[in-house]
């Protein structure tokens, strides 16, 4: 039986604003943001150990003590279903989820659930993240997806989420498309609970989720000067995550689209999310 006292504990918890990636540059400046607002902060990291060491860091800088860590690794479906597991008995509302991790890989790897390393973590670990997460979601929550421009210089090949011709960027920019389209079903599934569905756009960075640091230094000064900073990259994310609308892409200080806009092939788009669907069923909670 709950008590008086159980009632005000509950009134006192905040939301969690879940942010995976949340350690690196442009991950680590939205979760600095959240903290400085007062949120309560749920860092999903892989490495749990840089996690605790910066939410150390914040809880000391921001005076905010709701910020707590969990492992989270994208690299297979059963890893992220851990996490889920993790977060399911902390028995905390959740205010949102922040899907800032991503991954440019350097060479063709294989996932242990058998498909291209970049695809599982940028496309579909983070969509079983969010489809198991989003029943904890309260309702006029947010579920935020961070894609690329780069999605807008490939089509998505018949096999996919199979990738037969790999490139770093080619296998990079097919999730962040397929990512994208995705957002447009969930979007529509989710508004029954009026729990909003975004993507965002942060752009090229210096450095960050997009990893193009290594090719930076071949950039002359006096154009990389002109590349935003990761400060600059988080702003379409905050602005996705005030606004109450849902099925939109956020780039920029002030633009937004609607992410079905892009939708050019229907035929394609169904089969991805029948394809998508199929793979992810028996790793998606009843």
Not at 65 to 70: A, E, H, Q, V
Not at 170 to 182: I, V
Not at 223 to 239: D, K
Request: with cysteine; charged share 20%.
């Amino acid at each position: 039986m709950m008590t008086d006292n159980d009632k005000v504990l509950d009134a006192d918890v905040k939301p969690l604003y879940i942010v995976t990636g949340s350690t690196d540059s442009m991950g680590s400046v939205i979760t600095r943001k959240l903290a400085e607002q007062g949120k309560a902060v749920l860092l999903a990291s892989r490495d749990i150990q840089k996690a605790e060491n910066f939410a150390t860091q914040l809880r000391k800088v921001t005076r905010n003590k709701d910020i707590s860590c969990l492992q989270l690794d994208l690299n297979s479906f059963e890893l992220v279903n851990d996490f889920v597991a993790l977060l399911r008995a902390l028995k905390r509302p959740i205010a949102a989820l922040i899907n800032n991790a991503g991954l440019l890989p350097r060479r063709s790897e294989i996932s242990p659930n058998g498909f291209e390393h970049a695809v599982q973590v940028n496309y579909l670990s983070t969509v079983l993240l969010s489809m198991q997460v989003y029943p904890l979601i309260e309702e006029g929550g947010s579920i935020i997806l961070s894609t690329s421009v780069s999605r807008r210089f490939v089509t998505l090949p018949y096999e996919f989420p199979a990738v037969s011709h790999f490139t770093p960027l080619g296998a990079y920019a097919q999730s962040k498309l397929a990512l994208t389209l995705f957002s447009i079903y969930m979007s529509s599934t989710m508004k029954t609970r009026r729990v909003a569905v975004n993507c965002v756009n942060p752009g090229l960075l210096k450095s960050g989720a997009i990893a193009m640091s290594r090719w930076m230094d071949r950039v002359p000064d006096y154009l990389s000067r002109n590349i935003p900073s990761p400060e600059a990259g988080v702003v379409p994310t905050m602005r996705a995550l005030e606004s109450n609308e849902t099925g939109y892409l956020f780039s920029g200080t002030d633009r937004k689209v609607k992410t079905s806009t892009m939708l050019r092939n229907r035929e394609m788009f169904i089969r991805l999310c029948n394809d998508t669907m199929r793979i992810l069923k028996e790793h998606i909670d009843k």
